[in-house]
């Protein structure tokens, strides 16, 4: 179901969303009831969760969460980095509705982050400078990967520094997120907002946290 009650501290946020997400892996979404709360609605928002994810079609946050109208405030580009749009969303919904949790949702299989890794290892590559632009802020997380993978030699393992290289990309928006912005750090340091990284993977739909 999704949630008409709201959580007091990021970490109850947090199993909100674990629950849901396994009623998602499960097959037990509740489709029907996600547009139940139009109504009370209309006036205001109080979203429970703020998720920066990724454009990626198959990573539509509602859906993997199981949560329904007004129940997240969902920021998505291409490869979850965080620029200043995007920290800039996120205070608005942290400092006006109270929002206590922040997750920076990466996906396996990730086009942007793919892209970037590509970028590293034929470095003759060409995109548009405004593509170009999401590439070079994922690049810094990816950049030691593969410079460690490369160092015995150029065969790289391309699957598995992608892998890797999302889990350091989502970690890196978190450190950013939680640093990047006075405001955002100041409410991570008084416990009023926590700031996590996941995973989700597109063949068991299953969302993981990380560790930070
Ligand atoms: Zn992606």
Known sequence: MP?????????????????????????????????????ELVKDQDPLAIILGCSDARVPVEIVFDQGLGDLFVIRVAGNIVAPSQIGSIEFAAEKFGTKLVVVLGHSQCGAVTACVDALINPEQNYS???????????????????????????????????RSIRANVRMSVSQL??????????????????????????TGKVRFLDS
Request: no cysteine; charged share 30%.
């Open 3 to 39: 949630n008409d009650k709201r959580p007091n501290t990021g970490q109850e946020a947090l199993e909100l969303l674990k629950e849901g997400n396994a009623r998602y892996v499960d097959s037990l979404s509740s489709t029907d009831a996600m547009t139940q709360r139009r109504p």
């Open 129 to 163: 400078p405004n593509l170009q632009s999401i590439v070079d802020r994922i690049r810094p997380s990816v950049y030691n990967l593969h410079e460690l993978a490369t160092a015995n030699g150029p065969d790289v393992d391309t699957d598995e520094l992608v892998d």
């Open 178 to 203: 939680k640093h990047g912005s006075r405001a955002l750090e100041d409410l991570t340091n008084s416990g009023q907002l926590l700031v996590v990284g996941a995973e989700y993977d597109l063949e």
